[in-house]
């Protein structure tokens, strides 16, 4: 079973803000998902990672394989941020996610 | 965009009652899942779909849960005698194949067992 933890668990930044959420896990995984759950509860993947860096617009994730490590980050902060990030990790066949960092941008 | 529809939105059954989520993944995709979400909890992995039959399952999908592809576009999920802790969010997620890795989440489906 892999261990995944988030941190912060609750985030409050001002707009404009450079935002960083982290995640570990405990087992080697294949593929580390980033996931976004709006308060109405649709969830959208933003990311998977399996080594490196990948952006998206404002959005940046990392990973380091060998430190069980990834972040997110969010550039330039927006009110429309705001949600519930998810990290997700694949091991084997079966997915374990963290309990999720909720972040709030106030404007 | 193509996207994963899951019905109903919210479901409201009696304990001991059969209930079936609906979902209807994304049309070339091959790959189906089912997580839950209890109320203040952290999303949980139900079970993997692939080829029409399960390819895995966690600890959590007990007997009480069944999955199914009953024609090509739903993909259902079935609880045969709901207790009070099956209420939560069902999300239903699918994926291409070789590309499993990415996965498209409907909805959720919100579902209160009284």
């Known amino acids: 079973k892999n261990e995944v933890e988030q941190s912060p668990q609750n985030l409050t930044a001002q707009e404009g803000e450079f935002i960083t959420i982290n995640c570990s896990y405990s087992?080697?995984?294949?593929?580390l998902h980033w996931l976004q759950q709006h308060p109405g509860g649709g969830i959208v993947s933003l990311f998977m990672l399996s080594s490196g860096k990948k952006k998206h617009g404002r959005l940046i994730a990392t990973i380091n394989i060998q430190e069980k490590h990834s972040s997110l980050h969010i550039t330039a902060s927006h009110p429309r941020d705001s949600a519930v990030y998810i990290c997700a990790v694949r091991f084997g066949n079966q997915f374990y996610f963290g309990t999720g960092t909720s972040l709030t941008v106030i404007p | 965009e193509p996207e994963v529809t899951q019905t109903p939105s919210h479901q409201v059954t009696q304990m001991g009652q059969e209930v079936i989520l609906r979902c209807v993944p994304i049309?070339?995709?091959?790959?189906f899942y089912w997580y839950r979400q209890i109320l203040g909890q952290k999303v949980e992995f139900l079970v993997s779909?692939?080829?029409?039959?399960?390819?895995?399952k966690s600890e959590i999908f007990d007997d009480q849960f069944s999955v199914e592809r009953p024609d090509g576009s739903n993909f259902t999920l079935k609880i045969r005698s709901t207790k009070l802790e099956d209420s939560a969010m069902y999300f239903c997620a699918s994926s291409e194949e070789g590309r499993e890795d990415t996965q498209y989440f409907g909805p959720g489906t919100r579902l209160t067992v009284l």
């Open positions: 779909f692939y080829n029409n039959e399960i390819s895995e």
């Open positions: 049309s070339n995709h091959l790959y």
């Open positions: 087992v080697g995984i294949s593929a």
